[in-house]
């Protein structure tokens, strides 16, 4: 309760905005606003195969991962 009236105070003061349309975010919203997020395209990238890329390591050893 007293956790939550204190969040709420400092809400007011240093409000949380959505990352893409800086507008102040709902109780519940997490970095982008529900509004922003009805917007976002479809892609069906989650119905593409995994795909094996490799980038370079800090070592100089690439470093192959599953990417899905």
Known sequence: ??????????????????????EPLARGEDHICTGCRAQFPYTDYHKLPPTRIRWPVSSGVSCPCDIP
């Open 1 to 22: 309760m007293i956790r939550t009236a204190l969040a709420d105070f400092v809400s007011l003061i240093f409000p949380q905005v959505c990352l893409a349309c800086d």
